[in-house]
């Protein structure tokens, strides 16, 4: 069964997102790392810049291919997780958790209306 936690929101790029009061953190999809395969390296070059919705915000390395990452809600990139430098492969095992990508501070916090539910995005994914 795949992993679809309710309390997130969900982009079409299959990334997701939490909200923390004026904060989000950003990250891929259980789907997505489970579609990419082992991820070796992740790439996040825009800490300290704001950034719209859908803009990219970074890349993520896998032993077969290299994706692009999509942010989900405009805001500022205030932190990259540090852990991912050491050990990417958290994304694979913890993509939820310990495996969060980057936090943002939110410029419109009500753009995560857009984004789905974790009812539609398992609809999406067909889980």
Do not use: C
Request: aromatic residues 8%; without cysteine; proline residues 5%.
């Amino acid at each position: 069964m795949m992993n679809v936690p309710a309390n997130l929101r969900y982009s079409k790029d299959h990334e997701w997102l939490r909200i923390e009061g004026d904060f989000a953190y950003i990250g891929i999809t259980h789907f997505a790392q489970g579609e990419l395969g082992d991820i070796v390296f992740v790439d996040i070059p825009t800490e300290g810049e704001t950034m719209d919705a859908e803009e990219v915000f970074g890349s993520v390395e896998a032993v077969k291919t290299v994706s692009d990452l999509f942010l989900p809600i405009g805001g500022e990139i205030v932190e990259v997780n540090p852990a991912l430098d050491a050990a990417p492969e958290t994304v694979n095992s913890d993509a939820y958790g310990e495996g969060w990508m980057v936090k943002i501070k939110m410029t419109d916090p009500s753009e995560a209306d857009q984004l789905m539910d974790a009812e539609a995005y398992a609809a999406l994914i067909g889980a």
